[in-house]
DNA sequence: TATTGTTATACTCTATAACTATA
DNA sequence: TATAGTTATAGAGTATAACAATA
């Protein structure tokens, strides 16, 4: 048992790590206030920037959205002119979706402003402590890949 | 630049802490889908059994969301008969909102099914490698605080 | 008949504005 | 007059169910 007040026992190594990546990554969503993008928008662009051309169910799966949410954003990011619908054409049921060159520079933008607040607060540690995180963000996608 | 479906330069530091904190965090949050409570209400009894009483306010300023939406949080784990308001006895205004035993009980419980998935996970990986994220998670508070 | 995408509709969470009670 | 909490109402995001088009 600890002090009075905090009775429970977070201590273990998974709850550590559980609620250190919980606090980090509500930071980060903090900091993206100043756009105007939902965290969905932007992470479908990211995932056709990275992962180049999806269709409509790909990209539902990927992030684990049902089909008919991930049409709605589709749709408001069609309409902004960040991505395109081209019918597929072996399969005329799919359609392939991708960045226009205005959707990869909206993804550019958006990254950059991002990580600026990182990047600033990983500016204040030593380099031991830098590559201490690096190579815990690799652990951290094998993990999070299970 | 790099190959032709990934044009994007996401390799840097922050960035891939980002998007590894961001895909770790999404796991997680997933891995809950057994239980009802949803990740806002958690939170609040999770910091309530962490820090002790909160008024509403603070809770608000704590979980970074409006009054009113913190009131309907509270609203609904007091129906629940997780936590109970009591008004403040030096400011009436105020109401002093405080954990129940069973509200202690369920953070317990919810805590120990949303880790049980990352254990299994971490008892995969090396005895250094686990260290390595024991210290990344301690870096990853810190930079969230700041 | 199965699969892919889309539309219709409802529910949850959050926000802003307005209101009540107390300082 | 200012502050803490609450209520009223609306908007964003997600889900399930039903539908259309194609394989």
Redesign the interface.
């Given at each position: 048992m600890s002090s009075p007040?905090?009775?429970?026992?977070?201590t273990?190594?998974?709850?550590?790590?559980?609620?250190?990546?919980?606090?980090?990554?509500?930071?980060?969503r903090?900091q993206r206030a100043v756009d105007t993008m939902s965290d969905g928008q932007f992470a479908v662009l990211?995932a056709l920037?990275?992962?180049?051309a999806h269709t409509l169910g790909e990209l539902a799966d990927r992030e684990?959205v049902t089909a008919p949410s991930m049409n709605r954003t589709v749709n408001c990011l069609e309409e902004s002119g960040y991505l395109t619908r081209t019918p597929d054409e072996t399969d005329r049921r799919k359609v392939n979706i991708a960045l226009t060159d205005e959707g990869?520079a909206v993804?550019?933008e958006t990254?950059r402003r991002?990580?600026s607040w990182?990047?600033q607060?990983?500016a204040?540690?030593s380099p031991q402590?830098?590559d201490?995180?690096?190579?815990?963000?690799?652990?951290?996608?094998e993990?999070?890949a299970?």
């Open positions: 007040h905090t009775p429970a026992d977070t273990t190594e998974a709850s550590s790590l559980r609620m250190a990546t919980f606090r980090l990554a509500r930071r980060l903090s990211a920037n990275v992962h180049g684990r990869r993804v550019a990254v991002r990580d990182l990047e607060a990983l204040e540690l402590q830098r201490l995180l690096r190579q815990a963000a690799d652990l951290m996608r993990v999070a299970r």
